[in-house]
Structures are given as C-alpha cells and as structure tokens.
C-alpha cells in the first residue's frame, strides 16, 4: 500500500457536507474585495475608450485633478498611442467618494483620432476590410489532417454541408473584477477579485517594478471568475498607480459596463463542415475550415471534431481580429463551442442513416475507457430519461407547442498539478491547514476541511482553513478545474505526514508503535482494538509547547485527469412564437474520487444552468457601424431565472479508484446542444446556430416549409 | 423631507433628463409651494435600518444600497448590476422587496429597512439562512444576500408559498454559478424547517470534547 492514498471506507469523503463558508455567505458578512473598507479609503474610476479603434491624440487631466475630493488622476495611454476596442482603459481618477470620482472621470479631456475599426467577423473578413490588425486581420491557426479525405467521401453513402457556428457571451462575473488596494511604503496590500491570489501577487509585483515579498494579494471570497480572473489586469495596476498617487488605499471595482467590455469573453466559432456517413452509420470523412474571432488580437481556437471517432478528416482554422474586448479563459474554453459544432452534424448525419442519435453516437465513439464512459453514460442516461419515447425528428402532434429530446457528450481533464500545503497540530488538539489556493464558489475552502478532517479523524469544524493569500504555500490559478485535483492531495499528504507526527508522540502511551494506531471519531486508537484509545485532545496535549508543523506537497498517485459526460435534454418549442423552454436536462458526470457530494452537485448543476444561458438567452451584440457594445448590462443581456430553470437531474459517478479529478467545467460543455437537437427532434428544423433566439426558430421552421436545408 | 426628481437628476448632471421631468415632477425651484429644495452637496439623511436609526450626511443622489455599503459599512447586499435588473440589493422597505441600487437613500426616510445583515437574530440563523446552508443552495455567494432577503420576503408575505409563488418572488434576482434548483429546494424548505438536518453542520458537528 502506498504512503499516500484515499481511504478505503471514508467518514467525509464522497458524503454531503455543507458548505464551511455558508454561514458567513448568507448572512452577507463574508467580506469580498468589494466590501473591503480601509480608514482614509478612496475610489478610483477609469476612463476608457469610447471608440473601437482611435489614436490618442491627448489626455487632460487638468481639470479632473481640480475637481471636488480628487486626490489622484494619471494618464495610463500615452499620446499617439492607440485604443483597440471601445473599454480600452485610457486615464483614471481617485476621489473621496465613488460619486465624485465619476464626477471627476467625465472630466478628463481625451482627445482620439477616431481610426477604421471591425464590428464583426464579416467585416474583418471582407476583401475590402481595412488593414487594422499590424500583420493582417486574421491568422492562420490549427491545421490537422488524419487519414485519406478522398478515401473518406467515397466510402460516405451520405454527406452532410452545412455551416455551424456559436456566438459571443461574456464572463459576466457578479462580483466584478477589481481590488483595494494600499501601500504601506513601498510594501502593497491588495484585496483582489481572483482565482489566483497567488499569481496575482507575482502580477503586480511585475508590472509595478517592486519584489514580489513585498506584495500582499488577499482573496478570501470572490463572486464569481469563470476563467476571467487570473491578475490584476489593467485595473488592478491602475488602483495601486492611484493609491501609491493619492498616498491612500484605493477602492477600484469595475462597473457592469466595464465588466461586459474589458474583461474577456468566450470567442465565437463558426464551421463550414463537409462530413460523410457510410450507409451502415460509420463516420468516414469530415472536412472542416473553421474561424472565430477572440477580440482585439486574441486567439479563438476549439477541438473539432469532438469525440467521435472520424478515420478520415481535416481542419483548418483562422483566428479572426475584430475590434472587441480580448477574449479569455471562460469555463472548458473551446470545448461547448467545438461541442455544438460537432453534435448537430451528429443529428444530422443519424437523420440521413436513419439512425436513432443514441445508438449513432455509440457506434462511433473512440475506444471506452475510466476516462472515457461515455457509452454507459448513453446508454443509462437513456433509459433513466426515457428516450424510448423519444419520437423521430419532428414532433408530429397537432398544435403550436412542439416537444422533442436531445443528447450530446463532452470530455474535460481536470487533472491535478503542483500544490503546496501546511499543517498545524496544536497541544490544545486545534488544527490549522494552509494553503495558497482559494474559493471561488466552487466550495475548496470545503474540500480542504474534509480532507483534513477525514485524515485526521475528526470532524470537520475542528480544522480551521486558512486559504485566500498569497503569504501561503504556493497553489496554483483555479483555472482547467484542476484546484480539487491540486489541493486535495497535497492536504492529504501534509495531514498524513502530521498525523504521523502526533503518532509518534502518542505511541508510548498506548503501549503501541506509532504505524499500529490509527484516528477516527475523534480518537487515536489501537488498530483492531478499539479499547486502547485516547481522545484527540488528550493526545495532543503530549504534544509539548512546539506544535507539530509540517509541510506537504502534490503527489501522484492522489489524483487523476480526464472526465467524460452526457447530458440530454428535452424542450418545448411555439411555433408561432419561437420561444424555446428547456423542460428537462439529465447530466451522467464523472469527476472521479467525489470529496463533497454536495458541492460537487452545486457545480454540475451550476454548468448546465449556465449552459442554458449560452444556448437561449446571453449574446454580446455589438452595433455592426459604430462597433459598440448594444447591451452591456444585465437588462438587455439577458441570463435565465428561475422562471427559466428546467428539472435538472444530476447523476455523478463517484470513481475513488481514479482519485480526484475537477468537475468546475465539464458539466456546462454539453447542455446546449442537447438543447438545440432538442429542438430539431420538437421542429424538424435545424437551427446551426447559437443562440437559440426566437427569431432565428422562426427563421429555420420558414426555411424548413420552404423545402429543408437538408 | 421630500425631494423631488428634478433636484436629484440635476445634481446628478442628467439635465436632458431633468428638463423632460420638471414638467410632471417639480414646481420651479424657488416657487412658494411643492417639495424644498436639497443638494447638491451633502445633505443630512436619517434612515432606519434593522431597527436600528442611522445618521448619514450624503449627496442626495446617493442610492440606499451605496448609502449602506459605503457610509454604514453595511456590506452584506451587494451592488452587482446597478440598475435594478438583477436583484442582489434587493432589501424590504416597508415589507416590499426593492431594488436598493436605484432607491435613493434620501427617499426611504422615515421607513423601515431591512438588509441581509439583519436578518440572524443575534448569530442565528434565520430560517431561510439556515435551509440555503443546509441544501447548498449558494456558490461563490455574491447573489445570496439579494436571494435570501427576496426569499424572506416571499414567505412572510404567503407562509405556505406555492413553487409558483417562490418563482415569481425571486424571478428579479439572477445567478451566474446556477444556483436556482437548489435555492428553490431552500425556499420549499424554509416554509417549515425541519427540526434537525439531515446533512451534516460544519457549526453542529459533534464537538471535539464529546469525542
């Protein structure tokens, strides 16, 4: 048996355990960075770009910096600069209040040379389009080919051609990005909004110019990342320049507007695919030039094909520049846009080899495997969501409101990586474990307790979790799902090795060695003699005055990467409307070892609602003349509530056997397309677009009387 | 003390606005009948929040939700989206739910305010903040304040709320980590509170020295 492993016959791991934070949470006193309130604070307000594309021609802080309670006001561009989409930060102010830092931020004078700018990926890739973007505006990306192509369309009794794409959504994190932050000399203190308090110190440390000792990042709670929250950024920066300015600490939390322009985005895709299909339901060929646009010079790419198995295929992709806010990470980046590509040509392809899209997905799946059990995902999702009453495409009951049933798979990694941790032994039986990660929801504040508790033997309120700063053992962004994966391990062998440690201090009095006793129910016994025990606190009191300390790390063995998932789904569609309502969503996941059963249900519940999101309501529309953003808010970009909340069944497979693997992401890659075939199966219409507004179901159900796009 | 439109909307700089306003809201400023004039500039401001009466000197245009968060440290509702669209300041004045982020402070005078940090009765926690604990129904936390006083509200108004009426009470509040199945299982749950959870409490977990 290895040094470090799971137990056999958990107290807390795999079981419902609340949320250690919940309390605090509930009763609004967790204090987010946004609640952050220092003596002498003030707040600093940025000026951005109004333009998607302009020259600086000059910045006038003059009669900012006169304004009532201003304290600092600095120009972040430099004249004959440039601005690269509307939000790009320009100048910022601080002031004595919010109010009067606004006030005082419509008071800086910018100059811009307003320049040819690209609303769309249309335009950017228009043979008229200006030259915007220095070395053109799209880029060549990912080129792979596997197999013979020809060889693939001759065996394909049927070929499907047809153009897919999904559209642009933004993080939308409740809590906005931003931080407090305070100088003490030349030492920082920052209370930041973000997934990685850690890498946010070695951010500001960098950029400001200063070693990174001397920075302090705080995040004890966070409302919310995505994959939008890994630095400082740009405004984080611009708070300590305003603070270390005004000689102040400094409140800069972005506004909604802010939020939606300047703080990433999942990029669009779009396909134009050519696939075949033999005449027994085989996949032969699939020929894919895809593109998608990430903003201002960033990158847009995806998997494609997902999953299934395409002996014969090529791909090639072009990031697209468009004068936008830059993309980043947002939660299983590429994969539910290279998902949705994929799975409607599924149903499409089914349709041609009248095939059921259940049996055609399993026919032509890569080989099964721990980390890949998505034919008993089909298979036992089907029958515990009733797809035998699932009817051919196209609901033929009469009336206006049409039902139907979707399904789609995903994979995700989620695998572990290098995390440090400390725990504490004290002689009055406190425990106290560290580590450098931090809680963005996800419950990890949890998940260390239970680890902790769960090894030592005790119950989970007697561990105190220290988590959220950068002064602790080193862990990484919580980023790719991989924090569960890289924290639990590295708890678990600290805990172990300072178990051991009180071991060997209790060993004489039980008349044992230290490797025969064990802890549980809050004793340390005698293994295979229960009688021969001690309670925790009177085995730490042999402790002395110096606690036990001992510091651990991530190791193999703990952990493991690669999860699968199947999700199906069933919606309403009116015809005359076009409104689409998701009625029911069943989600077969693995995440390997489950730690706590009840916040890993939290995530996969919380990815398909946010999946529905994706597939049904939220779009960043920018104006296609002036480029701005349409409705940067919450009241025009629209998000479900609970109105819109379908029945949403979780099954999670708990593997202990694989140890922990994330399950942050994998749960919101399928839902919407599970969703869009849904409403195929009810219409009949294929809609190969997201989102699935009512105009664009009324635009395909036209099509479709008018004669099929098949 | 009441305060018309056209005062705050001018003392907010929104003059296209104020001028369409006036017509309907406010006599001329200095006419001898209709509301008095205040601002701009600090005016004092009385309000009543979780019983307790609060003493603020703010522009008049400050909101009720920034009057609380950045003059009373009052920070548990949380400014999310600012206009009222997504109901995380949502607070009970007067036993309605409103948006706090477009309520100004100097307009709710005089009436009672209630806030999430209110709600626990000296470290208890209410029966709606116990039963969003107990079914996990909040992740990274941020909407929960504005859900748990929507949903306080929502079942003092009907006790025995239908999974109709908790609906339409919290249909104003959105949340980006999904939580809504589980904050629905909170609301059914919070009508009547079993007497012991069935899951186990971090704060009621066997104590150390019963071990």
Redesign the interface.
């Known amino acids: 048996m290895p040094k470090y492993s799971w137990p056999d016959k958990p107290a ?1 791991l795999s ?9 605090e ?8 960075s ?2 952050i ?1 220092r003596p002498g604070l003030i707040y600093g307000r940025i000026v951005r770009s109004p333009y998607p594309h302009a020259r600086i021609v000059s910045v006038d802080l003059s009669a900012a910096q006169k304004a009532p309670g201003v304290k600092a006001a600095l120009a972040w561009k430099e004249p004959g600069t440039q601005v690269m989409y509307q939000g790009d930060p320009v100048a910022a102010v601080a002031a004595d ?3 009067r830092a606004r ?1 005082a931020a ?1 008071l800086v004078r910018v100059r811009y040379e307003p320049l040819p700018h690209l609303a769309n990926v249309e335009q950017a890739m228009a043979d008229t389009a200006p030259a915007v973007f220095p070395g053109g505006n799209t880029r060549q990306g990912t080129q792979d080919e596997t197999g013979n192509l020809p060889d693939g369309f001759a065996k394909a009794a049927h070929i499907v051609d047809a153009t897919y794409s999904t559209h642009v959504i933004t993080h ?5 990005h931003g931080c407090v932050c305070e100088w003490d000399g030349d030492k920082l203190t920052a209370w930041i909004s973000t997934q990685a308090v850690i890498q946010s110190a070695q951010q500001f440390a960098q950029a400001l110019g200063i070693p990174q000792g001397n920075v302090h990042c705080i995040t004890q ?4 990342g ?1 994959g939008s929250k890994f630095g400082p950024d740009a405004q984080g920066i611009i708070c300590a320049k305003l603070a270390k300015a005004a000689n102040a600490p400094v409140k800069l939390m972005l ?2 507007k802010e939020e939606h322009l300047d703080t990433g985005n999942r990029p669009s895709a779009t396909a134009h695919i050519r696939a075949g299909v033999a005449a027994d339901g085989t996949l032969t060929a699939f020929d894919a030039q895809s593109w998608g646009t990430g903003g201002a010079g960033a990158g847009s790419g995806f998997p494609l094909p997902y999953i299934y198995n395409f002996p014969n295929r090529k791909r090639v992709h072009r990031d697209v520049y468009i004068n936008a806010g830059q993309q980043r990470a947002m939660r299983a980046p590429g994969h539910p846009q290279g998902c949705f590509l994929t799975e409607i040509l599924m149903d499409e392809l089914a349709d041609q080899v009248k095939m059921d899209p259940v049996a055609f997905r399993i026919k032509n799946l890569p080989a099964a495997g721990p980390n890949a059990m998505w034919a008993q995902y089909f298979a036992d999702g089907a029958k515990r969501f009733g797809w035998d009453k699932r009817h051919a495409t196209g609901d033929p009951t009469r009336g206006p409101i049409k039902t139907g049933m979707g399904v789609s798979a995903h994979r995700w990694g989620g695998a572990g990586r290098g995390s440090r941790a400390h725990a504490d032994i004290m002689s009055d ?1 406190t425990v106290v474990v560290k580590c450098g990660t931090q809680d ?4 990890t504040r949890t998940i260390v ?1 239970v680890v902790a508790a769960e090894t030592f033997g ?5 561990v105190k979790v220290e988590i959220g700063d950068s002064t602790l053992p080193f862990s990484g962004g919580s980023g790719g799902s991989t924090t569960a994966a890289s924290v639990t391990p590295a708890i678990r062998v600290t805990c172990t090795d300072a178990l051991a440690a009180l071991f060997a201090k209790v060993a004489p009095t039980l008349g044992a060695a230290a490797d025969d006793l064990a802890a549980e ?3 340390i016994h005698v293994k295979g003699n229960a009688s021969k025990s001690v ?3 009177d085995a730490c009191k042999l402790i002395g005055t110096e606690p036990i300390a001992v510091d651990g790390q991530w190791q193999d063995g703990l952990s493991g990467a690669g999860t699968s998932g199947v999700q199906f789904a069933e919606a309403t569609v009116d015809i005359e409307t076009g409104i689409v309502k998701v009625s029911r969503i069943l989600a077969m996941q693995d995440c390997g070892l489950i730690v706590d059963k ?2 890993a ?3 996969a ?6 999946a529905i999101n994706f597939a049904l309501f939220e779009d960043r529309i920018l104006d296609r003349v002036t480029g701005q953003m349409v409705n940067p ?3 025009w970009y629209l ?5 819109d ?1 379908p029945k ?1 069944d979780i099954v999670l497979n708990n593997m202990p056997e694989r140890g922990v693997i994330g399950i942050g992401e994998p749960p919101t890659v399928s839902t919407a397309s599970a969703i869009a075939n849904a409403v195929r199966n009810a219409t009949g219409a294929t809609i190969r677009s997201l989102p699935l507004h009512p105009h664009k179901v009324l635009a395909a159900l036209d099509q479709q009387k008018a004669g099929g796009t098949n | 003390m009441s305060v018309s439109r056209r005062d705050f909307l001018k003392s907010a ?1 929104v003059t296209s606005l104020a001028t369409a306003v006036t017509t309907v809201a406010a006599p001329e400023a200095g006419a001898q009948t209709g509301p008095r004039v205040v601002g701009p500039g600090d005016v004092p401001v009385v309000l009543t929040v979780n019983g307790k009466r609060l003493e603020l000197t703010i ?1 008049p ?2 909101t009720l939700l ?1 009057a609380l ?2 003059r009373a ?1 009052l ?12 109901g ?1 300041c949502t607070m009970i004045v007067d036993g309605r739910t409103v948006y706090s982020c477009s309520t100004l402070a100097i307009e709710v005078q005089g009436k009672q305010i209630r ?3 209110g ?2 009765a000296g470290g208890a ?1 209410h029966p709606v ?1 116990q039963a ?3 079914v ?1 129904a ?8 504005g859900f ?1 006083v929507a949903t306080v509200a929502v079942l003092e108004k009907h006790p025995n709320a239908t999974r109709e009426q ?2 339409k009470g ?15 299982e909170a609301a059914l749950r919070a009508r009547n509170p079993p007497p012991q ?1 069935a ?5 009621s ?2 104590e ?4």
């Open positions: 807390l079981t419902p355990v609340k949320r250690l934070d919940g309390p949470k509930v009763m609004g006193r967790a204090r987010y946004y609640d309130s209040t919010e109010e006030d419509r939308v994190c409740l809590e906005t709670y966070m409302g919310g995505f506004d909604r039986g963005i929801g996800t419950g307790a005790l119950p989970v309120s007697a129910g809050g004793r309670a925790w606190k009840l916040t249900e939290s995530q519940y919380g990815g398909v609602i946010a808010n919450m009241e998000l479900a509530g609970m109105s909340v949403i | 700089g522009e245009r400050v920034d968060r950045t440290d920070t548990g509702n949380k400014r999310v989206c600012d206009r009222g669209a997504c995380a806030t999430v940090d709600l626990a926690l903040q969003f604990c107990d996990d909040l992740m990274c936390g941020f909407c929960t304040p748990v908790i609906t919290l249909d104003g509040n959105i949340c980006r980590c999904g939580t809504f199945v589980r904050v629905m959870s899951i186990r409490n971090p704060q977990a066997m150390l020295s019963r071990a």
